[in-house]
């Protein structure tokens, strides 16, 4: 049976790559019926945190995309250590008693090239190495890369092809530290082991411990998962998009707190290194599910594009645009009135519902809500220049006559729009302006603006009250001998 995992290490929020990586394993198990498993890689106990923890399952819960079974690595380290045990045990590792400050450093150099292994270390007598445990002597459970009996590495990966290293340039890599405490590579391997996985679905940046992780298995005595290795999630600078060089613009939650939808970032993340092999863009989950494959995973590494001064790439607004046109309007207002409330709002439901479908084409980000909804929600409008009340080939006498005469028409007509708009055409042939003319004035009076929602459906939700107020307010700002002009 087909079985993926994604398998996190909380030592920073949710990155933006990682949620890709979830997002394609996700889709794989979905889409061929297979079981999604979320592990927490939380071996590394120096660097870990809860801050981080509670961050990756802040970007998974907002994804709202489900897993199957749930594990943390460190309630599995006896699993962990009887594997490192195991291959020990049948003289594919052993004690390397090198001190810990060289043995341990496995990214160190040293003057005469990268180190690989200890060859005095590696041809310690199994009593001398007994001896010297026995005694409490301190080691590093060293893997045997076999050096003599094979010449290379190699794997199918599903995205990169053919893969091979030549076992001269894999270093005898740890499977224990000094502590007893397994490494990444052993305690990664010996659960994807024990769980079953079939399909190792990650980023292209693992793809060189791949070789490592080969011989692991073979030495457990498990048929090597298969591989896919993701490209990339690069800067607009070439550099890889990383947490420490980049900051919260690659956090999963920073762009739900800027008002992203879930399944729009969820479309534009899996455009970033993935196809479904046609002209398609916009997608939802179902057909996201429906077509995604392994073999649309592209080789190329994928640009986010951003600056300083915007953080987001402007495909992923675009997308987020098309997904909130698409949605349902009642379903948008539940989005909407969070945003609202944290511009300091107080909308309830059902004026949100009102509102909604007024506003659903002219917003871009969920918390655009700011600033094209303020109209319906704040009371007085913020001040605005008078100078936009006067049309184009207008003058404020002008402005100041079609206010009177629009004043007099709102106190008696129906509140809706579409008799609004013919009670406000009408009048605005009885005072021989056109209706660009006549509805400007109107527009910013209500509006304290030129662009704003649909004038007459606009109107509707204002209510009458409010809309009488606000002209007042506006009659009050031009000037005072041209009001009384007809």
Known sequence: MLRVRFAPSPTGYLHIGSARTF?????????????????????????????????????????????????????????????????????????????????????????????????????????????RAAAGEPFVLRFRVPRESRTEVTFQDLVYGAQSKATADIEDFALLRSSG????????????????????????????????HVLIFEALGVTPPNFAHLPLLIAPDGSKLSKRKHGPVVSVTTYRDAGFLPQAFINFVCLLGWSPKDDREVLSRQEL????????????????????????????????????????????????????????????????????????????????????????????????????????????????????????VLETAEFRHETLDAALRAAAAELKVKTGQMFQPIRVAVCGRKVAPPLFETLEVLGRETTLKRIDEALRMLPAPLRTEN
């Open 181 to 212: 405490v397994p490494t990444y590579h052993m305690a990664s391997c010996a659960d994807d082991a024990d769980l079953r996985i079939s399909h190792i679905i990650r980023g292209q940046d693992h793809l060189t411990n791949t070789f490592k």
């Open 289 to 408: 599910v429906d077509a995604f494959s392994l073999e649309g995973i592209n080789q190329s590494n994928a640009t986010v594009n951003f600056t300083e001064q915007d953080p987001f790439d402007p495909k992923a607004v675009w997308f987020n645009a098309e997904h909130i046109r698409t949605m349902p309007q009642e379903q948008l207002a539940e989005q909407l009135l969070p945003f609202a409330a944290a511009a300091g709002f107080s909308p309830d439901r059902a004026k949100m519902k009102q509102v909604t479908p007024l506003i659903q084409e002219r917003i871009r980000l969920l918390s655009d809500v700011k600033t094209t909804a303020d109209i319906f929600f704040l009371d007085p409008l913020p001040p605005y220049d008078s100078a936009e009340l006067i049309p184009q080939k207008g003058d404020a006498a002008m402005a100041a006559t079609v206010l009177e005469r629009a004043r007099q």
């Open 23 to 131: 997002i394609f394993n996700w889709l794989y198990a979905r889409r061929n019926g297979g079981t999604m498993i979320l592990r927490i890689d939380d071996t590394d106990v120096e660097r870990n945190t809860q801050e981080s923890l509670d961050s990756i399952y802040e970007g998974l819960r907002w994804l709202d995309l489900s897993w199957d079974e749930f594990y943390r690595q460190s309630e599995r380290g006896e699993l962990h250590r009887s594997a490192a045990e195991t291959i020990f045990a049948k003289g594919l590792a052993y004690r390397d008693f090198t001190p810990a400050a060289v043995s341990e450093d496995e990214e160190k150099s040293h003057a005469d090239g990268q180190w690989l292994f200890n060859p005095a270390m590696r041809e310690l007598s199994k009593e001398e190495s007994d001896r």
